[in-house]
């Protein structure tokens, strides 16, 4: 099973978003993230989700545009921006949509801006947790 985590920078939401699916997957899915722009990691991201215990720092921010020929059986968009931009791929790939709350425009205290972040992981995590339960039913 093949399954594309996209959204807008592929810097935040999707990076921890592939990280939690990559974990309750585990072999039974490929999971890839890419963004409709790349925008690169972004630090936040990687800092919330080693508190998890979840190493991110391997991935890499991809363009969609090099994803076009995999077959997937999911995408799942996690952002507005990227549902209204994803292009139709070919096949028989289902697609989801759940806009996430993006942490990365939050400014403020050192402690606001954790925060966020935490917000916006634990509701990745429980939608990655649930989506893995429902969909790949391991």
């Given at each position: ?20 699916l990559?974990?309750f ?5 490929t999971?890839?993230?890419?963004g ?27 363009n ?17 921006h ?14 989801l ?9 939050v400014q ?9 972040f ?21």
């Open positions: 099973m093949n399954i594309l985590v996209l959204c807008t920078g592929n810097s935040c939401r999707s990076q921890m978003a592939e990280g939690y990559k974990l997957a585990k072999e039974h899915a999971i890839y993230s890419a409709v722009e790349t925008h690169g990691l972004n630090p936040g991201a990687v800092a919330i989700m080693k508190e998890d215990g979840i190493d991110i720092t391997g991935h890499t921010s991809n969609l545009n090099e994803y076009l020929e995999i077959p997937f059986d999911y995408i799942l968009t996690v952002c507005d990227a549902k209204e931009r994803c292009p139709f791929f070919p096949g028989k790939a289902t697609q949509h759940h806009n996430f709350f993006d942490p990365s425009k403020g205290t050192d402690a606001e801006i954790h925060a966020a935490l917000k916006a992981r634990e509701e990745i995590k429980a939608y990655c947790h649930n989506f893995v339960k429902e969909k790949i039913a391991i």
